[in-house]
Every structure is written in C-alpha cells, then in structure tokens.
C-alpha cells in the first residue's frame, strides 16, 4: 500500500524558512517520479517542484525558483522542499506526490505539468505571514 506522509509545515514570517518532508512507503523508491504541489483557498493547484528519483530531471515553478530547492534521501525514502525567502503568496496546503506505476524522466516531466500523479498525501499546511 502506498503511504505519503508529509510533515514540516507551520507559520513563519516574511523571509522566513521551512522544510518540508515526504516519506514514502509501499513501493520500490528508486526511478519515480515525485513532486511538491500546493493549493491556496480559491485557487487551482499547482506544481512547485518535481524530480525524478532516478536522476536527471528536475523542475520548478518560477515563482519558486532560486528560493526552493526539491531534494532526496533514498536511503531514507524520503523527499523534501526546502523553502527560502518566503512570501505571504507561498501560503498554501502543499502536498506530495509519487507516480510508481510509470517510469522514465520524459513521463514525469509530462506529469509534473499536468498533475496526473496516482498517488497523493495528506498536505501540510504553510502559512506566511507579514
């Protein structure tokens, strides 16, 4: 059974810093695709960070650029976002995501634009203050 647990949310101030962490169980870690996404109240979900397990690949929202940085720990089958320079627009519920099912750098770099992981969590939630 898959599980994505994440953890590391909570409420910081304007220019502050949080990490994020995912880990994943119920299936083989290596070469999957996983992601970061968030969705504020009233507003459409989206992708803030992705990579591929595997290596190789990459992505990240421009809002985020240069201020989130997407990581892993294989042997601790865990991902993670870590959040810099924070701004009130980054206050959302922000939830990971794993697509063990299909593999290859070319599909998660198609899911990571639109959304179809097969696997969710539950969201932690960042708020942002200023």
């Known amino acids: 059974q898959v599980r994505l647990v994440e953890s590391g949310g909570g409420s910081v101030q304007v220019g502050g810093s949080l990490r994020l962490s995912c880990v994943a169980s119920g299936y083989d870690y290596r070469s999957v695709c996983m992601a970061w996404f968030r969705q504020a109240p009233r507003k459409a979900r989206e992708a803030v960070a992705a990579?591929?397990?595997?290596?190789?690949?990459?992505y990240y929202h421009d809002s985020v650029k240069g201020r989130f940085t997407i990581s892993q720990d294989n042997a601790k089958n865990t991902l993670y976002l870590e959040m810099n320079d924070l701004r009130p627009e980054d206050t959302a519920m922000y939830y990971c995501?794993?697509?063990?099912?299909?593999?290859?750098?070319?599909?998660?770099?198609?899911?990571?634009?639109?959304?179809?992981?097969?696997?969710w969590g539950q969201g932690t939630q960042v708020t942002v203050s200023s």
């Open positions: 990579l591929y397990t595997g290596g190789d690949f990459t």
């Open positions: 995501a794993a697509d063990p099912d299909r593999r290859g750098t070319a599909w998660c770099s198609e899911v990571a634009h639109n959304g179809g992981f097969g696997y």
